[in-house]
T-cell receptor
Framework: AQTVTQSQPEMSVQEAETVTLSCTYDTSESDYYLFWYKQPPSRQMILVIRQEAYKQQNATENRFSVNFQKAAKSFSLKISDSQLGDAAMYFCAYRSTGNQFYFGTGTSLTVIP | DAMVIQNPRYQVTQFGKPVTLSCSQTLNHNVMYWYQQKSSQAPKLLFHYYDKDFNNEADTPDNFQSRRPNTSFCFLDIRSPGLGDAAMYLC???????????????FGPGTRLTVT
């Protein structure tokens, strides 16, 4: 099974500032997808952003962007202009060619007013 | 507007008493997943269905079974719940079209299982 590693159990950021959450993964596949999911306390898991491995261009969704380094197997999430509503657990996820999704252990993000 | 629905949201069962959790979807996705998520941990994939094809993760205990009678519904059966099975159980769906085309997962709100 593929492994996904998030080395930052907790992060904090001042409101309106920028924060980067890190994620690395291990795989022997060449075709795969990477995702960042957000899980607010006691609420549903929702997609933040996705990246196809065959695309060199980094994905961007409004204030959220990724730094995808395929050779290094690194997939970090940058949140710009952080808002109080961004406070949540963030999970990095890997989708294999076999339809399985594997999640990292998560990073708990606190936004300080 | 609900796309992935899980019932019940909270379930209490007794040690050793079989329990069934249900999931339904309005997205018509061909893949459905069950995850176990314990407090402050990552979701752990138990199994998934690609259409009617069942795919079990190697480390999923035999105590956990699943059924998918049709595209819309999927059930998680825990035959003899132990205290260690208390967790949030998440259902998710995705659409697999081909190697180069896949949707992200859509998650339900989860069912929190308590074992007494």
């Amino acid at each position: 099974a593929q492994t996904v590693t998030q080395s930052q159990p907790e992060m904090s950021v001042q409101e309106a500032e920028t924060v980067t959450l890190s994620c690395t993964y291990d795989t022997s596949e060449s075709d795969y997808y990477l995702f960042w999911y957000k899980q607010p306390p006691s609420r549903q898991m929702i997609l933040v952003i996705r990246q196809e491995a065959y695309k060199q261009q980094n994905a961007t969704e409004n204030r959220f962007s990724v730094n995808f380094q395929k050779a290094a197997k690194s997939f970090s999430l940058k949140i710009s202009d952080s808002q109080l509503g961004d406070a949540a657990m963030y999970f990095c996820a890997y989708r294999s060619t076999g339809n399985q999704f594997y999640f990292g252990t998560g990073t708990s993000l606190t936004v300080i007013p | 507007d609900a796309m992935v629905i899980q019932n019940p949201r909270y379930q209490v069962t007794q040690f050793g008493k079989p329990v069934t959790l249900s999931c339904s979807q309005t997205l018509n996705h061909n893949v459905m997943y069950w995850y176990q998520q314990k407090s402050s941990q990552a979701p752990k994939l138990l199994f998934h269905y690609y259409d009617k094809d069942f795919n079990n993760e190697a480390d999923t205990p035999d105590n956990f079974q699943s059924r998918r009678p049709n595209t819309s519904f999927c059930f998680l059966d825990i035959r003899s719940p132990g205290l260690g099975d208390a967790a949030m159980y998440l259902c998710a769906t995705s659409e697999f079209i081909g190697r180069a085309r896949v949707s992200e997962q859509y998650f339900g709100p989860g069912t929190r299982l308590t074992v007494t």
